[in-house]
């Protein structure tokens, strides 16, 4: 699985670098001040393609609620963001194929747009403050930080392999551990009978997801793992959705930042946009090619050489994991 995914991941690090140096947050908080549902719109366009996870989303929309964001576009934002991202969508593509990777960012566009309108309709009227303040973190100073002091190709390589994998990197390569372990133990569709479709298996996926700190690219790797186990494509995106968008800590930081009401119809809005799309992609499968099983072909083509994958994908997966540990031992800051 590693090798299947690294060389996607490798060039989502490379793009998400240099999106770091084209798109940042000052440029974002530009454009969400202000009322109505012009804001809600660009905040979740902006969330989008930004490699920001669930953690690390948190200092920016604090910030942007300072510089005067309303609470329907800083959830928008809170919403979209985490839930994909340029390397998550590479990883996407990598191991769940082509429809989930087209999928999984057009419901990340729902669910942003579905919460900013329901707040800006439903939550409560807007008051002087601006949000919390919230302590800076690596992606965010990423962005921000050393601005005229390095070149663009520095600064987007910098975020891209050591800010990023730092970020990320020990959470992705957990995912992949959890994924060979379902592999390893599990065989091929064992739980077909309990996940393999229908809105109570989408539903547990999602109630799965809700309460655990994973992020979008680590997500994949497990969601890969799920389907292996026999989980439908629609119950796996459903992970796919919570997960990233919803956690302890993201929950109780909307809590203080946007409200209580706030706070409930961003959960809605999760639930709603994860069985919803779980329930669409399930609908959509017997008219798309059956969803790959990078988990079951490693398990087939484990006593090949190279572990079932070719030359290229297995130094990907040895410079990527080169990435991670020397980003965690790094001591460069962008």
């Not at 593509?93 to 747009?113: D, E, H, K, N, Q």
């Not at 779980?278 to 959509?284: H, Q, R, S, T």
């Not at 083509?301 to 994908?313: D, H, K, M, R």
Request: aromatic share 6%.
């Amino acid at each position: 699985m590693l090798g299947q995914m690294a060389p996607y991941l490798l060039f989502g690090f490379l793009m998400a670098g240099l999106l770091s140096v084209c798109i940042a947050p000052e440029f974002v908080e530009r454009h969400l001040g202000g009322g109505g549902y012009r804001p809600v719109v660009k905040a979740t366009l902006f969330g989008i393609p930004l490699t920001l996870c669930s953690c690390g989303v948190i200092p920016v929309v604090a910030s942007v609620r300072r510089h005067g964001a309303s609470r329907a576009a800083a959830a928008s934002f809170l919403l979209s963001t985490p839930q994909t991202g340029i390397d998550s969508i590479a990883i996407t593509y990598a191991l769940l194929g082509t429809v989930v990777a087209v999928v999984r960012p057009i419901v990340a566009v729902v669910t942003g747009l579905l919460g900013g309108l329901l707040i800006w309709r439903l939550g409560e009227a807007e008051n002087a403050a601006a949000g919390q303040a919230a302590q800076a973190n690596p992606c965010q100073e990423a962005c921000c930080a050393g601005k005229g002091k390095q070149s663009i190709w520095r600064r987007a390589l910098i975020f891209g392999f050591v800010v990023l994998p730092r970020d990320i990197g020990l959470a992705l390569l957990a995912g992949v551990v959890i994924a060979g372990v379902m592999g390893a133990l599990v065989p091929h569709d064992a739980l077909h009978h309990y996940l393999g479709g229908g809105i109570l298996s989408i539903t547990a996926m999602m109630l799965l997801g809700i309460p655990l700190y994973v992020c979008a690219s680590a997500s994949v790797p497990i969601a890969a793992g799920l389907i292996h186990l026999g989980a439908s494509p629609g119950a796996a995106l459903a992970f796919l959705i919570s997960g990233p968008a919803s956690n302890a800590t993201t929950i109780a930081t909307v809590w203080r930042m946007l409200g209580r009401r706030a706070t409930f119809l961003y959960l809605v809005t999760v639930v709603l946009s994860a069985v919803g799309g779980g329930l669409v992609l399930d609908g959509l499968a017997p008219t798309i090619p059956a969803m790959p099983s990078p988990v079951a072909h490693a398990q087939q083509s484990a006593g090949q050489p190279f572990l079932g994958v070719g030359p290229l994908s297995a130094l990907s997966a040895a410079a990527l994991v080169l990435v991670v540990a020397y980003a965690y031992a790094s001591r460069t800051s962008p």
